[in-house]
């Protein structure tokens, strides 16, 4: 940019150009302004505004004017209204708003009107909105109000058509409470709050329909850190941080999908000239978190296709000096399966597993003399209970030792009447027969005599 600034605005063109308007400098608020051109990457001077304000709020309406309102200029808290024609290059007085306010918001409705939200007034943090009627240039004040005051907010059009009002601050500090304003019913509900309290921060509707939050400021002074809202879920999720901290930068969505963010307050409340572009990974990208990615899955380091989630048998990142993967993917952040690498089958007592066709395949048993393995731990057992607790051909005798079975020491004489002595010859089928004859002998002998 031509000029350090914070506390700014910027606003993409029908014409793809940005326009960054106002802001404060070292000394004081502005009211110059300036294009840039994404194609060229150059900047260019644009019409000054008719007031110099700062923590002002900007939208685009559906006749691609640029409406600026409120801030803080040389008066204080502002009212006036002022639009922007690109067509022309020039800046015309508008409508002025029912309350004075900055750091605040304004929202274009899908019906074109324009929602102004909270802020800071003459009493402190508002909690109280109003809407904008371009047709007629007029504001009203809506009889519903947040359940929070706050300033330094921000506020996203979700694809619901409701409005999500993240963070900002207030006599307490920086928020991580957030709301919803529904166009239809004029009402606020509560949402999930952020995972990290800011103010100052910038909001930025991806093409997924998620909210990126970047930025801002908390009592320790700017953030890098950044979170994603998930409306279906309602839920915020952590991003990977800016390459530098900032409070009350600029934000635009490109046409690509990224995201730049422009200029802001650095330590100590240095006004930024930089910029810096976040975006969502491709497939094949290097990555850390699931959050980095396009997909929503980060596997081996890069962004792929899915959650590749068969563990060590399938694979989605090429073998580079990076991702360290020995067998890698064919194609990078593509998921497949892998053969002849190991893995685990979950059973502590089987070992060299490997995959095959993208299972994990146990291998041989664990060895472990004359104990079993104890499948839980992995580790050979050294006392048994049960024959169970011993390998295969192996005793449990009384002092809980796993022995050698005695094999051929004794053997059942199959008479079943007798165990025979070791090295003993089993009994003779005409010893059988005889024993058999003196059992029913013996058996008749015992019989009652019946009485005449």
Same mark, same amino acid.
């Given at each position: 940019?031509?000029?350090?600034?914070?506390?700014?605005?910027a606003t993409l063109?029908?014409?793809?150009q940005?326009?960054?308007?106002?802001?404060n400098?070292?000394?004081? !608020?502005?009211?110059?302004a300036?294009?840039y051109?994404?194609?060229?990457?150059?900047?260019? !001077?644009?019409?000054?505004?008719?007031?110099?304000?700062?923590?002002?709020?900007?939208?685009?309406?559906?006749?691609?004017?640029?409406l600026?309102?409120?801030?803080?200029?040389?008066?204080?808290?502002?009212? @006036?209204v002022?639009?922007?024609d690109?067509g022309?290059?020039?800046?015309?007085?508008?409508?002025?708003m029912?309350?004075?306010?900055?750091? #605040?918001t304004?929202?274009?409705?899908?019906?074109?009107?324009?929602?102004? &939200?909270?802020?800071?007034? /003459?009493?402190?943090?508002?909690?109280?909105a109003?809407?904008?009627?371009?047709?007629t240039?007029?504001?009203?004040?809506?009889?519903?109000?947040?359940?929070?005051?706050?300033?330094?907010?921000?506020t996203?059009?979700?694809?619901?058509g409701q409005v999500?009002?993240?963070?900002?601050?207030?006599?307490?500090?920086a928020?991580?409470?957030?709301e919803?304003?529904?166009?239809?019913?004029?009402?606020?509900?509560?949402?999930?709050?952020?995972?990290?309290?800011?103010?100052?921060?910038?909001?930025?509707?991806?093409?997924?329909?998620r &909210?990126? $939050?970047?930025?801002?400021?908390?009592?320790?002074?700017?953030?890098?850190?950044a979170?994603?809202?998930d409306?279906?879920?309602?839920?915020?999720?952590?991003?990977?941080?800016l390459?530098t901290?900032r409070s009350k930068?600029?934000?635009?969505?490109?046409?690509?999908?990224?995201?730049?963010? $422009?200029?802001?307050?650095?330590?100590?409340g240095?006004?930024?000239? *930089?910029a810096?572009? #976040?975006?969502?990974?491709p497939?094949?990208?290097?990555?850390?978190?699931?959050?980095? =990615?396009?997909?929503? =899955?980060?596997?081996?380091?890069?962004c =792929?296709?899915d959650?590749? @989630?068969?563990g060590?048998?399938?694979?989605?990142?090429v *073998?580079?000096?990076?991702?360290l993967?020995?067998?890698?993917?064919r194609?990078?952040?593509t998921?497949?399966?892998?053969d002849?690498?190991?893995?685990?089958?979950g059973?502590a007592?089987?070992?060299?597993?490997?995959?095959?066709?993208?299972?994990?395949?146990?291998?041989?048993p664990?060895? =472990?003399?004359?104990?079993?393995?104890d499948?839980?731990?992995?580790?050979c057992?050294?006392?048994?209970?049960?024959?169970r607790?011993?390998?295969?051909?192996?005793a449990c005798?009384?002092?809980?030792?796993?022995?050698?079975?005695?094999?051929d020491?004794?053997h059942? /004489?199959t008479?079943g009447?007798?165990?025979?002595?070791?090295?003993a010859p089993?009994?003779?089928?005409?010893?059988?027969?005889?024993?058999?004859?003196?059992?029913?002998?013996?058996l008749?002998a015992?019989r !009652?005599?019946a009485?005449?």
């Open positions: 940019m031509h000029s350090a600034r914070h506390a700014h605005t063109l029908a014409n793809d940005v326009l960054v308007a106002g802001g400098s070292s000394d004081g !608020p502005l009211a110059s300036e294009l051109d994404p194609a060229e990457e150059t900047w260019l !001077p644009a019409d000054a505004m008719n007031r110099a304000r700062a923590y002002h709020a900007v939208v685009r309406l559906n006749n691609n004017q640029v600026v309102a409120g801030g803080w200029g040389s008066g204080g808290a502002l009212r @006036d002022e639009r922007y690109p022309t290059d020039r800046w015309t007085p508008g409508g002025a029912r309350e004075a306010r900055w750091q #605040f304004v929202t274009r409705l899908p019906k074109g009107q324009v929602l102004a &939200v909270g802020g800071w007034g /003459d009493i402190g943090a508002r909690r109280d109003e809407l904008y009627d371009p047709s240039d007029r504001w009203e004040l809506l009889p519903a109000a947040m359940s929070n005051a706050r300033s330094g907010h921000s996203t059009l979700l694809r619901t999500l009002i993240a963070g900002g601050g207030s006599g307490d500090g928020l991580a409470r957030a919803l304003f529904d166009p239809a019913t004029l009402s606020f509900s509560p949402a999930a709050p952020m995972r990290h309290p800011r103010t100052g921060h910038v909001a930025t509707e991806l093409p997924d329909g &909210v990126l $939050v970047a930025g801002g400021a908390d009592a320790s002074g700017p953030l890098a850190s979170e994603l809202y409306p279906i879920a309602n839920v915020w999720h952590e991003v990977r941080l390459r901290p930068p600029a934000r635009l969505l490109l046409g690509d999908g990224t995201v730049l963010v $422009v200029g802001g307050a650095g330590a100590g240095i006004p930024l000239a *930089t810096e572009l #976040f975006e969502l990974l497939n094949g990208t290097l990555c850390r978190q699931a959050t980095d =990615c396009q997909s929503g =899955c980060c596997v081996d380091g890069v =792929c296709n959650a590749c @989630d068969g060590p048998c399938d694979v989605c990142a *073998t580079t000096d990076i991702t993967i020995p067998t890698g993917a194609s990078p952040g998921c497949e399966p892998v002849d690498v190991a893995c685990d089958d059973n007592c089987t070992q060299d597993d490997v995959c095959h066709d993208g299972v994990c395949v146990a291998g041989g664990k060895t =472990c003399a004359s104990y079993a393995c499948k839980a731990t992995g580790q057992l050294t006392l048994c209970n049960s024959v607790d011993c390998m295969d051909g192996k005798d009384r002092t809980h030792q796993c022995v050698d079975a005695p094999p020491a004794y059942h /004489d008479s009447c007798a165990l025979a002595a070791p090295g089993p009994p003779s089928r005409r010893t059988l027969a005889a024993l058999f004859v003196l059992a029913l002998a013996a008749g015992r !009652p005599r009485v005449a």
